[in-house]
């Protein structure tokens, strides 16, 4: 490894460059200075022209641009949103480090600061996230679930301007880029569990970089990386996808027997009428095995039929089954029929 300045190559949004800055800026107190270098995914270009994400087939693309890149050797590093990484691995890169985690949950953005229960029935919420979606349902508010894409601001204007009277957003971004006070609701993970890595960074390099590969470590934050793997190990093995209607979140806390793992995951069906619930509890050492464990078993409780309704809606609009059948979201939901554990993994 030389004294060069590290190439990070970051998107273009605000956002990303953010937090692709906040690396940077943990970065140069060890020692090396920091380049960002600007790179355009198929995400951004989707988004730009208001393109739905959905399915499977959507997970990654604001990562490849910059992973081609990372291979091609333009950049040194390449910093995501942990959220969009393909659970699968990826030859060539490593994952270098997972930093400090911010807050993951979910949060709302209103009209007059309401939270989601003092909405009127029939409310317009914007959420481009089946998963959000899906659990917003299962509360049985009868609100209005419309699909809506584009960056922060494109997001918020929209309640701003009237067209919707909420927005669903992840609190992470928000708290990045200094926008905390736009929220009106901070989303508890019991009613509403956030996206698998969501919060949490991924810093990578080539995998046969070892030199890099040992500095970029001390970034890492142990109990984040435990974490997410284990809320990934959920999600690759319900093979659900980012646009999959499945939510997870893994928590470090102190046991009984010492420092230990909780993992909590749903799986919805689309219009939140049903629900499979699970959480588990293991050691800190095996969080990937603790993630796959649970999703096994929630696979045996039906999981995998519930993933399937999703299949059906190849425009990922959270509405589609509601517009298929117009007696469906008239009113509140009932309870959706669940099953909750909790167990050793």
Not at 96 to 103: F, K, L, M, N, W
């Amino acid at each position: 490894m030389t004294d060069a300045p590290i190439r990070l190559g970051t998107r273009r949004s605000l956002l990303a460059r953010t937090q692709s800055g906040h690396v940077a800026d943990l970065i140069r107190p060890l020692g090396r200075q920091v380049e960002l270098v600007e790179i355009t995914s198929d995400g951004d270009r989707t988004q730009a022209a208001g393109t739905p994400l959905t399915g499977a087939s959507s997970t990654g693309v604001f990562v490849s641009a910059l992973r081609d890149a990372l291979l091609a050797g333009e950049i040194d590093v390449a910093v995501h949103s942990l959220k969009d990484l393909p659970t699968y691995p990826t030859e060539g890169v490593a994952l270098a480090a997972v930093p400090a985690r911010e807050d993951p949950r979910d949060v709302v953005v209103a009209r007059d600061g309401l939270t989601l229960a003092e909405l009127p029935a029939g409310a317009r919420v914007g959420t481009g996230s089946p998963r959000r979606a899906a659990q917003i349902r299962a509360l049985g508010l009868g609100l209005d679930l419309v699909g809506v894409r584009g960056n922060v601001d494109t997001r918020i204007g929209k309640v701003r301007s009237g067209e919707y009277d909420a927005v669903v957003l992840a609190r992470a971004g928000l708290a990045r880029i200094d926008r905390l006070d736009e929220v009106s609701e901070v989303l508890d993970p019991l009613q509403v569990l956030p996206a698998p890595g969501q919060g949490a960074l991924a810093v990578e390099c080539r995998a046969d970089d070892a030199a890099l590969r040992a500095f970029l470590a001390e970034l890492d934050d142990p109990f984040a990386r435990a974490a997410v793997a284990a809320e990934r190990a959920v999600l690759a093995t319900l093979e659900g996808g980012c646009a999959a209607p499945i939510g997870s979140l893994a928590e470090v806390a102190e046991g009984e027997d010492g420092t230990e793992l909780w993992v909590r995951a749903a799986v919805l069906s689309p219009d939140g009428s049903r629900a499979i619930r699970l959480s588990a509890t293991g050691p800190v050492h095996d969080a990937a095995g603790v993630g796959t464990r649970l999703a096994e078993e929630m696979l045996a409780e039906g999981a995998a039929a519930l993933g399937s309704d999703h299949d059906g809606d190849p425009d990922g609009d959270p509405n589609a089954e509601q517009k298929a059948d117009p007696n469906k979201g008239d009113g509140p939901h009932p309870a959706a029929p669940e099953l909750d554990k909790v167990h050793n993994a």
